[in-house]
C-alpha cells in the first residue's frame, strides 16, 4: 500500500497487488492526476468504481453509508473441487461435540498412505483464504483443524467437510464496514488457559476494532 499527504493534510492511498489495483481517496482531481501519470507509464484498463478484487466482491452504499464485502462466488468454487456444493449446510462452524486429537491421527503407515490421498491441506488452504479476507467467523476452527495438516485422520477430514458445510449455509455473509464516528481503535483478546487437555497448551485469539468495525483478527 502506497500513501500520498496532499497540501490539505488529505490522503491518495494505492493498493497494488501483482495486477489488480484499488485507488482511494477525496480528492477527486489528484486522484485523476494519479490514474494519468500512471497511464503514461503503464498499459493500464480503468474498470471505474470497485467491485470485485482478489475474490472479494466490494459493495458501497452511498445512502446508508456502508462498504460490504462479500465472497459468496469465490466460496462456491472453493466447495466444487471437494463435491460439497449440494452438500446440507450446517449452522455452527465446529460442532461442540467435535473434539480433534492426535490420537485421531493414522498410526501404521498403510492407514498414512490411505489417508494421504484426502486433499486435507488443500481444503485448509481454500477456507483459510477466506478466513483472512472476510470471515473472522473462521479463525478458530481454521487454528484447530490446521494442527493435524501433517499427518490427518478420519475424524479430522470429517471437521474439514463440516467446515465446509458451514461455508455452503453462510456464503453471503459479509464483512460490513460502517459510515466511522470514531477513530478509536480497540482490541479485545481472550484464552482457554490450557484447553488442550493432550499437551497442556492453550488457544488464545483476538479482534482489533476501529471505529466499532473489525479490521484484524487471529
Not at 205 to 213: A, Q
Amino acid at each position: 500500500m502506497y500513501t500520498r499527504q496532499l497540501a490539505d493534510e488529505s490522503r491518495i492511498y494505492l493498493i497494488l497487488y501483482v495486477d489488480d489495483m484499488l485507488i482511494a481517496g477525496s480528492h477527486h482531481a489528484e486522484i485523476g492526476k494519479l490514474k494519468q501519470s500512471l497511464h503514461d507509464k503503464f498499459a493500464m484498463k480503468e474498470l471505474g468504481q470497485a467491485r470485485h478484487i482478489l475474490g472479494m466482491r466490494i459493495e458501497r452504499n452511498r445512502m446508508s453509508k456502508t462498504l460490504e464485502f462479500s465472497q459468496s462466488n469465490y466460496i462456491h468454487k472453493v466447495l466444487k473441487p471437494f463435491n460439497m456444493d449440494n452438500t446440507k449446510p450446517t449452522s455452527t462452524p465446529l460442532l461442540m461435540t467435535i473434539r480433534l486429537s492426535d490420537r485421531d491421527s493414522p498410526s501404521t503407515e498403510e492407514e498414512r498412505k490411505l489417508n494421504g490421498k484426502i486433499p486435507y491441506a488443500s481444503a485448509i488452504g481454500s477456507i483459510m483464504y477466506a478466513m483472512v479476507a472476510t470471515r473472522p467467523d473462521l479463525a478458530y476452527v481454521v487454528g484447530v483443524v490446521s494442527r493435524y495438516m501433517s499427518n490427518p485422520g478420519r475424524k479430522h477430514w470429517e471437521a474439514i467437510k463440516h467446515i465446509l458445510r458451514y461455508l455452503r449455509g453462510t456464503k453471503d455473509a459479509r464483512l460490513t464496514f460502517k459510515s466511522i464516528n470514531s477513530t478509536k481503535v480497540q482490541g479485545y483478546t481472550h484464552s482457554d488457559y490450557v484447553g488442550n487437555t493432550e499437551n497442556r497448551k492453550s488457544t488464545s485469539g483476538y479482534v482489533f476494532t476501529y471505529g466499532g468495525d473489525d479490521i484484524s483478527w487471529r
